[in-house]
């Protein structure tokens, strides 16, 4: 099984004396043993097997083996969301007095987590912006353990040059941490490229229907069971039922991506030239500053489009309001297109400085392309535009 869209499909767990054909939900807290020694043995991890949800479950085993196969990755973890998969493995890796580098657009949370949090356990951060790659260097310190970048960037869709990244980690000893969420493994495998560990919030395009929160850390062995243990006591363990779903979805990943990319392209090259907007980022038309990079690192360009609308925030959210099919939250990577205006929402705690430095404009509007049929999603967009 060498294609992705196969292993997807293809590899779940053992099946059990009823020989199901559809891999079940193991909704269970623990599993039983057959005697003392047997109990012992697992507790003192002699035995490998299932012990209690919290630590792992068929289920989530079952999507940590497809996550691994589709990233190239030698292991993997599960959490309850992205963002508890981002914490903790952050915060098993770190120790007091490490340092962070990391892009400067990055998820708002994570953001909190370096400015807020961090300091209080004297763990300290930097950030560089990733289409100046000639002065990442510049910040690492001998302090600096990780490296950690998401790519492509949320919500300006820059590209960061991950095998240059992974070089550089290799060159100073440093962990490389890719987010690859907006991507996916479908699209790209930031491992191939020198990346040590790869985070996904597997409630978007993993999961892609709006419907279970998850997360997932994979690749190398040594650096996972790190992880691992640090997950395994604090206790954010994603549910069986949640890691039932997203394994079910990654069987239908491939076909979904393809329409989301082909429905995102063809939305980009129409609103390139429409009058009422300033700019179009999508990391597959030639006119993105790093269009060869991403098509060097990605088959495809993703579900996420950006549009600067002339007229800054008043028509940014006169935009919104305007909007009648398309849905107005939180999320991306759903089947359903959805529409957000970081500048007055996600990001309307920064300054007009910050905003800029992670390249969102108080034009900006951020477009998760879903499956609906392109024309309806494009006069959607449209007719909204025209009434900004």
């Known amino acids: 099984m060498n294609h992705p869209e196969t292993q997807a499909i293809r590899t779940q767990t053992q099946r059990s004396a009823h020989q199901e054909h559809s891999a079940p939900v193991y909704l269970t807290s623990s599993f039983v043993f057959d005697d003392a020694e047997e109990m012992r043995a697992s507790f003192a991890e002699e035995k490998q097997r299932n012990i209690y949800s919290r630590y792992t479950n068929p289920n989530c085993a079952e999507l940590v083996e497809k996550m691994c196969l589709l990233e190239g990755a030698q292991a993997g973890t599960t959490f309850a969301t992205g963002m508890s998969a981002i914490f903790s493995t952050f915060a098993s890796l770190l120790d007091n007095g490490d340092h962070v580098l990391s892009a400067r657009a990055i998820f708002g949370n994570t953001h909190t987590l370096f400015t807020n949090f961090f300091p209080k356990w004297n763990i300290s951060h930097s950030y560089f912006d990733v289409t100046k790659p000639e002065e990442i260097e510049d910040f690492i310190t001998p302090k600096t353990k990780i490296l950690y970048v998401e790519s492509p960037t949320n919500p300006a869709t820059d590209i960061a040059d991950l095998e240059l990244l992974g070089a550089l980690s290799r060159k100073h000893n440093l962990i490389f941490i890719v987010d690859n969420c907006f991507a996916t493994p479908y699209l790209q495998q930031p491992i191939k490229f ?28 040594e650096l996972i ?16 039922y949640n890691a039932w779903t997203i394994s079910k979805s990654l069987e239908t990943l491939a076909v979904r991506v393809d329409r989301h990319c082909e429905n995102a ?25 790093q269009y060869e990079l991403a098509r060097k690192q990605m088959s495809q360009g993703g579900n996420i489009v950006t549009i600067e609308i002339k007229g800054g925030l008043e028509s940014g959210r006169n935009f919104l309001n305007a909007i009648q099919m398309c849905s107005l939250t939180a999320n991306l990577g759903d089947t359903r297109t959805i529409v957000s205006h970081p500048a007055s929402t996600t990001h309307g705690k920064l300054t007009a400085q910050e905003r800029a430095e992670v390249g969102i404009s108080d034009g900006l509007i951020r477009i998760s392309i879903g499956l609906e049929h392109i024309e309806d999603i494009k006069n959607d967009i449209i007719q909204a535009l025209n009434k900004t």
């Open 265 to 289: 392209k063809n939305l980009a090259l129409v609103l390139e030239y429409h009058p009422k907007i300033l700019k179009v980022r999508y990391p597959f038309l030639s006119s993105h500053p």
């Open 225 to 240: 069971d790190q992880i691992y243990r640090f997950a395994r006591v604090t206790g954010p363990a994603l549910s069986p």
């Open 194 to 221: 020198g990346a040590d560990l790869v985070i996904h919030s597997a409630t978007k395009l993993l999961d892609g229907q709006g419907r279970v929160m998850g997360g997932i850390t994979v690749g190398n062995e």
